[in-house]
């Protein structure tokens, strides 16, 4: 995906966050978020869109410590003004992005073309899977993510974050994930080791230990651990469903 589509990607989501946040009450379940309630998921988004927009705006070149973060958010309203703070946030997110140079340099923490290509790539699924929460607090399926970028995030889930030293998708033996698109051109194959996981992107005709086969969207949200394995009834699971334990014990994702 180019930026500018991920900048579109971004825009799209964040107001079907906000519009299925604006019919829930904020004291709401996130069934996929179990500790929170739709405050807190407002709370959280609208700090990372702040915390975000600070790089490409201020050109910032290193990490911000958590008072640093803090600072360039400011101050976070009670409840009744949550929903108005986060459409503010997303928007100058947006409109950071957009008016951002392609060449500028700030830091970044996942490989990419450019600073400004991670920011909006990073964002556009912050704010998508967020997006998913929201719906699910809303009781109600908001509209399935495109495919392509469906597709995006699963690469950047997949050889991003899955592959960093933090990562603690672990095996005592060497296991295999076969993860592969029916609906466009995706397919990751996941080495899982003691060592920090290697992903390619090769089809390759050996059966591995767990095979997932499905659409991009279902396949998104069930390796972002936003849909149960029992509820992704179209995707296909061959192989060793104890790897989709490990997986949905341990894939997760720290937001810096």
Known sequence: METTEHIDALR????????AAARTELSAPVPTCPDWQLADLLRHIGYVHRWATAFPSRGLRAPLDD???DAVVGLVPSDAGLLDWFREGHAALVDAL???PADIECWSF???????????RRQAHETAVHRHDADAAAGKPGP????????????????GFMTRSRATVRSDRPRTVQVRATDGPGSWRMTIT???????????PEPADLTLAGPARDLYLLLWNRLPAEQARAVETT???DLLALWRGEATIRWS
């Open 239 to 241: 192989g060793d469903r």
């Open 110 to 120: 996942l490989p990419a073309p450019s600073p400004l290509a991670f920011w909006a």
């Open 67 to 69: 008072a640093g973060a």
């Open 194 to 204: 003691r060592e920090p996981m290697t992903v390619s992107t090769d089809d390759s």
């Open 12 to 19: 799209r989501e964040g107001v079907r966050l906000a519009e």
């Open 144 to 159: 399935a993510v495109d495919t392509v970028l469906a597709l995006d995030g699963i690469d950047e889930l997949l050889r």
């Open 98 to 100: 957009s008016e951002a």
